[in-house]
């Protein structure tokens, strides 16, 4: 086996080689760029070296940079991790160029997979059922409209070279595809380098169901079983899991089959993933193959029991396959959902900051946390906002379910937006729930999803006014015993009075819901007014940022995470923001800005869409925001006018940064 190996990626892959390799005695050298340089895959590797500034270009896309630091290290091996430089076949022919192990397929093996309308040919002469489109090379717009014309619509728009849903557009009508096919190339180009697409048919209700693959340099060759990997937002996995609800035997076996002779018709070896679009009639069309391991592995290692990064380093060290097909177990199911600093209510905008707080839920035989950061590091906008993957097993389907919906109760993350609450939402939802799974059930679970989060619950208010408090008594005895007046019942916050008893008078702010809260003393109880509520209350425990309080005689435990003004209340199984606002600071309306459109995030614009001057209607396209590798739409935030751009095409842009002069009708 190795002694050494680099990892020639970032966050939660190289974090997860870093976990195998170490229980395998194998030393570990990470590489990163000025925004990682306090990354946690560089905090646990063996070694760390620097290979240039924050965009990926310049430095986890440079591979002679690699290259050189492995051999200066004395590593023996490259893993590639995913994404980056894992599909490059280029790369792996460098690495064989300078005597490393590229821990991967053949570069002959990328490069026939890379091209998905060469793949396709390829494919086709295996005998490997494909989805009715036109991959050829032609680009000119008015051929490949005439394509999607002659194969009828809705048809989707793919990148050739791409993956992770980027440069995809689906088109329902002839009129949009002239606008979605050049965004997909502007798109494909810049994650890609190359914008060459293919056009295929959209089937209706599809399911996404990928095969695991595994190949040996003896000739052997086999498959992991499936997963399902239908639920998606912007063409990107959200919920995976294995096996596939509603699989026979039959159609795994067919399935199987069908991707073990993909890998066997590219003289395949490694890991890699055979994707197929399947029909709700049992048919399955190829759709491609990614010749690298997959985020979504854990599942399969999860119902399987293998750890497939060991499977990878030991074939790349020449190593037979651990297991012929019929040893291959199939236990239990799996679940992982991806846990995104991003915003659902905002079409799934990313985010950016810092994670003041982070507690995942604790780690079992059913429940596992794949991730690259910890608390206090930062979600920058350089690269993926994946906070973690969080992967549950069980017994069966419902069980796994019902461990999961849990295991999001339990996760705790504050500082950055996330998705938490909606994959909560989503894993209940009743599509998902009875398994009615295809690529659009986002879409159409969307009224469930998307619903308006109802009032805050009194319990939320309680527990946020407790925390408040408790904080500003601590930071009262900090500053007291700093001088010496323990004892000095002036320097307290508690209401105490001489004759009577006071109270603690709070405002709080949860969006545009404001409430006073004051809390006082009565007895071994307090009593909680609420506005026109009053509540009786009791403090049974606080430890930290965990209190445990019994509210009108009901025992209600929870979580207040203070951050400054900011209170954010975890209380059954839910993240409730709030605000606390100080009395004493001026109030009133601060004099409104320049009308405009703030940019979400730092980025560049791609395209500016309306004309200035023009005069628009709430909703319309304005300009095209690059950011975090993926494009984003601005639009009319009401009907107006757009009196000026502040931005031209190509121009990078701050988070923040006034985009548009928007004059109000």
């Known amino acids: ?66 290259i050189e630091v492995a051999r200066a290290t004395g590593a023996q091996a490259i893993h590639p991790g995913y994404g980056f430089l894992s599909e490059n ?40 059922p494909l989805t009715p489109g036109y991959h050829g090379d032609r680009q000119e717009p008015d051929f490949l409209a005439g394509e999607a014309d002659a194969i009828g619509y809705p048809v989707l728009i793919k990148a050739s070279a791409g993956g992770g849903g980027k440069g995809m557009r689906r088109v329902d009508r002839a009129g949009d595809f002239a606008e979605a096919l050049a965004s997909c190339k502007r798109e494909s180009a810049n994650a890609f380098g190359d914008d060459h697409v293919l056009i295929e048919k959209y089937v209706l209700k599809p399911r996404h169901i990928e095969i695991q693959v595994f190949a040996d340099g003896h000739g052997n060759a086999v498959h992991l079983h499936e997963r399902d990997c239908s639920v998606q937002r912007r063409h990107q996995k959200v919920l995976e899991e294995a096996p596939a609800p509603g699989m026979t035997d039959e159609r795994r076996a067919a399935m199987g089959r069908a991707a073990v002779d993909a ?62 097909q019929r040893d291959i177990p199939l236990a239990g199911h799996a679940i992982e959902a991806r846990v995104y600093a991003e915003d659902p209510q905002a079409g799934f905008l990313p985010a950016t900051g810092r994670l003041v707080h982070l507690a995942p839920p604790a780690e079992s035989a059913h429940v596992r946390v794949d991730t690259g950061v910890e608390q206090g590091d930062v979600i920058t906008p350089w690269y993926d906002p994946m906070i973690a993957k969080l992967i549950v097993w069980d017994e069966n389907r419902d069980a796994a379910l019902a461990r999961l919906h849990r295991a999001l109760g339990d996760y705790r993350v504050v500082g950055v937006q996330n998705n938490i609450d909606f994959l909560a939402r989503l894993v209940t939802s009743p599509a998902f729930a009875t398994a009615d799974l295809d690529t659009a059930l986002i879409e159409r679970e969307e009224e469930h999803l998307f619903a308006p989060r109802g009032a805050v619950p009194d319990s939320a208010w309680v527990l946020a006014a407790l925390a408040r408090a408790g904080a500003e008594d601590d930071a009262c005895a900090g500053r ?10 002036w320097t307290g916050r508690d209401a105490w009075r001489l004759n009577g008893s006071g109270g603690r008078r709070l405002t709080l702010r949860a969006g545009d819901e404001e409430r006073v809260v004051t809390v006082r003393a009565d007895g071994a109880a307090m009593r909680v007014d609420l506005g026109e509520a009053t509540r009786t209350v009791q403090l049974t425990r606080r430890d930290g940022s965990h209190l445990a309080v019994a509210i009108d005689g009901h025992h209600v435990p929870g979580e207040v995470v203070v951050d400054g003004a900011r209170l954010t209340v975890f209380v059954a199984g839910t993240a409730w923001p709030l605000e606390a606002i100080d009395s004493l600071e001026a109030s009133g309306e601060g004099e409104e800005g320049a009308a405009g459109l703030l940019a979400p995030m730092p980025g560049k614009v791609i395209s500016l869409i309306a004309a200035p001057g023009s005069t628009v209607k709430k909703g319309d396209k304005l300009l095209v925001l690059e950011a975090m590798k993926m494009e984003h739409t601005i639009c009319a935030p009401a009907d107006g006018t757009v009196k000026a751009f502040f931005f031209d095409a190509g121009e990078q842009v701050t988070e923040g940064a006034e985009l548009v002069d928007f004059e109000h009708a």
């Open 89 to 128: 076949a280029e790369f792996a022919e460098a690495c064989a160029a300078a005597g490393i192990v590229f821990i991967g397929p053949p570069a002959a093996a990328i490069r026939a997979m890379g091209s998905k309308s060469a793949a396709k040919a390829l494919m086709a002469e295996a005998g490997v």
């Open 263 to 324: 890998a066997r018709a590219v003289g395949y070896v490694g890991a890699g993933t055979v994707e197929f679009i399947a029909n709700p009639d049992g048919g399955f069309y190829f759709m491609e193959m990614n010749t690298r391991l997959q985020v979504e592995h854990p599942v399969t290692e999860m119902i399987t029991g293998q750890d497939l990064v060991e499977w990878q380093l030991r074939v790349a060290h020449g190593e037979a396959l651990p297991l012929a």
């Open 480 to 489: 007291a015993a700093a001088v010496g007046e323990h004892d000095n019942p």
């Open 1 to 66: 086996m190795f002694s050494k190996i680099l990892i020639a990626n970032r966050g939660e892959i190289a974090c997860r080689v870093i976990k195998t390799a170490r229980r395998l005695n194998i030393a570990t050298v990470a590489v990163y760029s000025e925004a990682d340089a306090l990354a946690r895959h560089v905090r646990l590797a063996d070694e760390a070296v620097l290979l240039g500034p924050a965009a990926a270009r310049e430095s986890y896309l440079r591979a002679d940079k690699i």
